[in-house]
């Protein structure tokens, strides 16, 4: 018998902006939902924290009140007398549903929340998540029943919520031994602003105080700045991406403050859901299979066709690509070289996304150009992945950076293989192919130009015409593990290290 007990399971409260299934604009929706049931069945008491919105339906979730009359200073300047923002605090019980998300608390306010349609695209959105951030912080010291040991803050909405966490709340002897982790999922992305473009009299040090909800200066205040300054710790969602956010190339000019506590950093990739994204179970296919049973995936490769218009032939060489439309996605090193590539090449192309006019018009005049070799559907449609990555050879990811990236393991996991550019997630998920040692899972290029990703292209396309070479590369790529389980267990080692931190500090803070 064991002279020691073993450490209790940490609790862990995830606040963030969406939520799935409640609210979803984003993968971030996704990851909350994902992420706290991965912990949860690793022993972890793992619950989320997001307001209700006006979409939020009471009685579809079985939402109960948990927390009524919740006073939430607003730090308004020049009154005599405090001001409070009254809300209510109102809960899911886990269970409540098939594939139930973890047990989550929803903050109410009439205003900021409750009467607002969309979870982004307000004015004053800046208002709202601090609101959100201090209104998580009241609700735990009023909060007899649960108090978590580590809060984790998902992206520059939730920055706030260490700032106050270790200036107004640092003395609390209810708040104080909770240790906070901040989580980076896109560092572009740091406020109500273009941070690359601040005057000196708008820069915020993050020293200064959050100050009133109703000042118009929030909206000029960097909530990716102070997330990370006052942080315990800082993730971000791949070991790549970590890395280059501390070089001036990607780091957004938050670059020096995150050498500073690069020893307060890490990354974790992020994952998929193995029951979503399964060639065994998804109905969308044509035809299921495994890795160790392939023969029936040339099924879904001609009904792909048969979808997208194309003449139906199994030996082509089809290329997709799955993607948001946008600068990021690296698609402009397409424009040179696709004409070329096609005529070079017995080849089809198929693309799934929409996006900015700019690649929307070329995609479709690609497919004009080209008929019967390209064809192009730019609106939004969720089942369509599924077929596309069951039916397509590769799938061409070329981004500019990548924090983590899923379309290239959603790829994989249908055999699929990524044609991706070296850099965040897409370099620590995908093994270029190496013929000398049989090894790889796609085919990786370094710089961001167009003869790069043709001559990655290129190397896809001849291996491809090895059918040996290619099932090798299938297999091993169906084989990785990018599962929510294998995330949920580096994000644990993470949160314990946080905890550590708080507990050798005695609750002070303390800037790595």
Request: charged share 25%; hydrophobic share 40%; net charge neutral.
């Amino acid at each position: 018998m064991s002279l020691f007990k073993p450490k209790p399971k940490l609790k862990i409260l995830f606040v963030a902006t969406e939520a799935a299934p409640f609210a979803k604009a984003g993968g971030l929706g996704e990851v909350m939902f994902s992420l706290p049931r991965a912990l949860v069945k690793l022993g972890y008491d793992a619950r989320v924290m997001v307001p209700r919105y006006a979409g939020i339906d009471l009685n579809q979730y079985n939402l109960k009140m948990e927390l009524e009359g919740l006073m939430i200073p607003t730090d308004a300047e020049g009154e005599s007398e405090p001001r409070y923002l009254t809300c209510n605090v109102r809960k899911y019980e886990a269970g409540g549903m098939p594939r139930s998300p973890v047990t989550t608390y929803f903050l109410e306010n009439m205003e900021y929340y409750e009467q607002r349609a969309n979870v982004y695209g307000y004015a004053d959105d800046a208002a709202r998540w601090a609101l959100l951030c201090r209104g998580v912080l009241e609700f735990l010291r009023s909060y007899r029943n649960w108090k978590p040991d580590v809060i984790v803050a998902a992206d520059w909405q939730t920055g706030f919520l260490p700032n106050y966490l270790k200036t107004i709340y640092k003395n609390d002897p209810l708040l104080a031994s909770i240790a906070t982790v901040f989580t980076i999922h896109n560092l572009y992305y740091q406020g109500m602003f273009d941070h690359r473009f601040v005057s000196e009299m708008d820069f915020d040090d993050g020293q200064s105080p959050v100050g009133s909800l109703f000042n118009p200066r929030l909206l000029k205040l960097n909530g990716m700045r102070r997330g990370i300054m006052f942080a315990d710790v800082i993730t971000t969602v791949s070991p790549g991406y970590a890395k280059e956010i501390t070089t001036p190339e990607y780091g957004e000019l938050l670059d020096g403050l995150l050498r500073e506590r690069r020893s307060r950093l890490y990354g974790v990739i992020n994952a998929i859901d193995y029951k979503i994204f399964n060639p065994e179970l998804s109905p969308n296919l044509a035809k299921h299979y495994s890795a160790g049973n392939f023969a029936n995936r040339i099924l879904n490769k001609t009904h792909l066709q048969g979808r997208f218009g194309l003449p139906k032939d199994e030996k082509v060489f089809i290329l997709a690509v799955v993607a948001r439309l946008i600068e990021q996605k690296g698609f402009d090193l397409l424009f040179p070289v696709a004409d070329q590539l096609l005529n070079a090449m017995n080849m089809q192309l198929v693309v799934l996304g929409n996006g900015d006019a700019k690649y929307m018009s070329y995609f479709q005049d690609l497919e004009k150009r080209f008929p019967g070799r390209v064809a192009a559907n730019l609106v939004f449609d969720k089942e369509l992945p599924h077929l596309i990555y069951a039916g397509a050879d590769a799938v061409l990811v070329p981004s500019k950076f990548e924090p983590s990236g899923l379309t290239q393991m959603e790829a994989m996991r249908y055999g699929c293989i990524p044609i991706v550019r070296k850099t965040g997630g897409l370099a620590d998920t995908v093994e270029d192919y190496d013929p000398g040692k049989n090894t790889g899972t796609g085919f990786v290029f370094e710089n961001f130009d167009s003869m790069s990703l043709v001559v990655a292209i290129t190397r896809a396309y001849e291996n491809y015409r090895s059918s040996e070479i290619w099932s090798g590369l299938q297999r091993r790529a169906m084989d990785k593990d990018f599962s929510w389980k294998k995330s949920a267990d580096e994000y644990a080692k993470v949160f314990a290290i946080a905890k550590s931190i708080v507990e050798n500090s005695e609750g002070k803070n303390v800037l790595g």
